[in-house]
């Protein structure tokens, strides 16, 4: 499994699939024979100001001094949504409204000139994370979707989540579990004391 990047990371698939989600762009100066860029348009140039979506990745290798696409923020992201996550956030089904919610709306951070994004994303978790917390000591929840429910980094905090909460259940009720020792104790375990007081390794 790879390890969640949270930042760009050339070689991390999850990293890839991230950029791959297409984002609403509009045009910032004519563009000849790009029109293929837009399915729906049937001209063979995109002009100015004209709207369509492209993956996260065409618009991050842009050159910044003369870019030909800015970035819009999705809708998931607007004032509207913050709304309904405020009001009950575990309920929302936020993997079937973005599979990588949290990761791809710090991308768009940097496209973000009123800093709303970077403060729903925070609220957002804050809330969910509650939630995720009871859910998981329910491991045994069969009509729970948790594809649909959470997204990328939920999904992953939430199967981790259940194999603490059973290891913990198994601890409680004397099964086998494997507690290993602590670095700090193995050390002291491998120093002895001798009658002359000096201090030795154990061989």
């Known amino acids: 499994m790879n390890i969640p990047s949270y930042k760009p990371n050339y070689y991390n698939l999850d990293d890839i699939t991230v950029t791959q989600e297409r984002i609403p762009c509009r045009t910032t100066q004519d563009l000849y024979m790009m029109g293929f860029l837009d399915a729906s348009e049937k001209s063979p140039n995109l002009s100015n100001n004209h709207t369509l979506e492209l993956p996260l990745w065409a618009v991050l290798q842009q050159d910044e001094r003369n870019p030909h696409f800015e970035a819009q923020i999705p809708d998931i992201y607007s004032a509207a949504y913050k709304e309904i996550y405020k009001a009950d956030a575990i309920y929302v089904e936020l993997g079937a409204l973005c599979k990588f919610y949290y990761e791809l709306g710090m991308y768009l951070t940097r496209y973000d000139g009123s800093n709303s994004v970077a403060e729903m994303l925070h609220v957002t978790a804050q809330e969910r994370m509650k939630g ?15 594809s649909s429910k959470f997204e990328f980094i939920e999904r992953l905090l939430y199967n981790e989540g259940c194999k603490t909460n059973k290891l913990f259940d198994d601890w409680l009720q004397e099964r086998q579990v494997h507690i290993k020792s602590t670095e700090i104790s193995v050390n002291l375990r491998k120093r002895r004391r001798s009658p002359d007081g000096e201090t030795q390794e154990e061989q």
């Open 132 to 146: 995720l917390k009871d859910l998981c000591q329910n491991v045994g929840n069969e009509s729970l979707n948790v």
